[in-house]
């Protein structure tokens, strides 16, 4: 069975291996809104937009010149709305899902002080809650998808951004980006959940602390 504790004692690890010989190191934080979307069976369809929030820390490891690692630990929470017409049962969905979310992209910059950025890398994922409140013919019922599907997700991310030194030690951040689930795995396993994708837009301050 998956150990996600493990899981993150080697993440620190590995981290800490690599804060002890980068040439700078940048901690912060992020905060912002997403939108998300999953596979829907062709019965089923989207009831209004399914809107957002994340929350999180950033960091940001110099490794060379122009290329950083930016270690991340981001609280995602997504609502869906979905509208089912399966035979003759037509049911609404209101869904709630929450994860922790531990992502590793490497990032490439063109400029110092007021820069661009692009980043890519894979993040691992743990669902916190996940359920649906179904009304269906007027009766209601809630699932805990969490007692059905896999919580852990494996995936990647792709962004670009744009960063401005507010002062020496002080840097100012707005990005976007791109996200993927690739497979699920892990406790409570009996199917797969559908496929997961979320586009975020978000802000945060990077501080320098070497």
Same mark, same amino acid.
């Given at each position: ?44 369809? !989207?009831?209004?937009?399914?809107? %957002? &929030?994340?929350? $999180? ?5 110099? @490794?060379?010149?122009?290329?950083? /690692? ?78 059905? !599907?896999?919580?852990?997700?494996? %995936? &990647?991310?792709? $962004? ?5 030194? @507010?002062?020496?030690?002080?840097? /100012? ?38």
């Amino acid at each position: 069975m998956f150990n996600f504790k493990k899981c993150v004692l080697t993440v620190v690890f590995v981290m800490g291996f690599v804060i002890a010989f980068s040439q700078q190191i940048q901690f912060g934080f992020n905060a912002g809104g997403n939108y998300s979307l999953f596979s829907l069976p062709e019965y089923n369809k !989207y009831d209004g937009p399914s809107l %957002g &929030y994340t929350v $999180g820390m950033s960091g940001q490891l110099r @490794l060379m010149d122009h290329f950083f /690692l930016s270690p991340e630990i981001n609280f995602d929470y997504r609502v869906y709305r979905v509208k089912s017409s399966y035979l003759d049962a037509v049911s609404n969905s209101d869904e709630r899902t929450s994860f922790l979310q531990i992502a590793t992209p490497l990032k490439y910059t063109i400029g110092s002080k007021k820069a661009f950025y692009g980043y890519a890398g894979p993040y691992l994922a743990y669902s916190l809650i996940s359920y649906s409140h179904w009304t269906v013919n007027e009766l209601n019922k809630k699932i805990d998808f969490n007692d059905i !599907y896999a919580r852990y997700q494996f %995936g &990647y991310l792709i $962004g670009l951004g744009y960063t401005h030194q @507010l002062s020496g030690k002080v840097n /100012l951040f707005l990005d976007a980006n791109y996200s993927g689930s690739l497979f699920f795995f892990g406790e409570g396993e009996k199917d797969d959940r559908n496929s997961s994708k979320a586009i975020r837009l978000r802000t945060g301050l990077l501080f320098t602390i070497r």
